[in-house]
């Protein structure tokens, strides 16, 4: 009985010191998940007129439209989507080619903010072009039918938000389920076979 007794205390200090060197790891892990979220959320947010622009075309083509209407908003992505994909892959770039640039100790102030005016106003056309497209959206769609749309697309947008909190939740939960033993100081726990 003992024994028994003993085994169990040993057990519970065992996963008493267990657990907080378990949370320091999801902790530490939450950080790393927590950086990696920033950059594709930054990475999203430089396609993102595109994107909505697409969600909005992909929605509309779902709909009761007339085959007339169906062809105005397929052609909406040759006219509109398809150059602020290309515009925004320009824009990446220049992003990037900015940070190339404050990496030099001796970066030239003057070429860095004009890589910057540049990029600003290459984004500020990204913005033009979309509400262009949403516009000529609307125009061929009616009113009626893009208030209808525009709720669809949100909830889209909303099931798709709580879907990748959901996964991220369950890679995290599950990646400390199955992370290495830590290592304790507490002595090992003898068997109670070993002592008959």
């Known amino acids: 009985?003992?024994?028994?007794?003993?085994?169990?205390?040993?057990?519970?200090?065992?996963?008493?010191?267990?657990?907080p060197a378990g949370a320091q790891d999801y902790q530490q892990q939450f950080k790393t998940n927590k950086r990696?979220?920033?950059l594709k959320s930054s990475s999203y947010k430089m396609g993102m007129y595109s994107r909505m622009?697409?969600?909005?075309?992909?929605?509309?083509?779902?709909?009761?439209?007339?085959?007339e209407q169906k062809t105005k908003v397929s052609k909406l992505r040759d006219d509109y989507?398809?150059?602020?994909?290309?515009?925004?892959?320009?824009?990446r770039g220049a992003k990037m080619n900015i940070l190339k640039m404050l990496e030099n100790p001796a970066f030239d102030p003057a070429k860095v903010k004009d890589e910057i005016g540049k990029s600003n106003e290459?984004?500020?056309k990204l913005s033009d072009t979309c509400v262009d497209g949403l516009v000529s959206l609307?125009?061929?769609?009616?009113?009626e039918k893009y208030e209808e749309l525009t709720k669809s697309v949100n909830r889209y947008r909303d099931n798709l938000v709580q879907m990748r909190k959901k996964k991220q939740i369950h890679q995290?939960?599950?990646?400390?389920?199955?992370?290495?033993?830590?290592?304790?100081s507490a002595p090992a726990v003898p068997s109670p076979d070993s002592k008959k």
């Open 1 to 19: 009985m003992k024994l028994a007794v003993l085994t169990l205390v040993i057990a519970l200090l065992t996963a008493a010191v267990s657990f």
């Open 36 to 38: 990696s979220y920033s």
């Open 53 to 67: 622009l697409n969600d909005m075309i992909s929605g509309a083509l779902r709909m009761d439209l007339t085959e």
């Open 81 to 91: 989507q398809y150059p602020m994909t290309k515009d925004e892959s320009t824009l």
């Open 122 to 124: 290459l984004d500020k």
């Open 138 to 143: 609307r125009g061929t769609i009616g009113a």
């Open 172 to 184: 995290q939960t599950h990646d400390v389920i199955k992370g290495e033993p830590v290592k304790t």
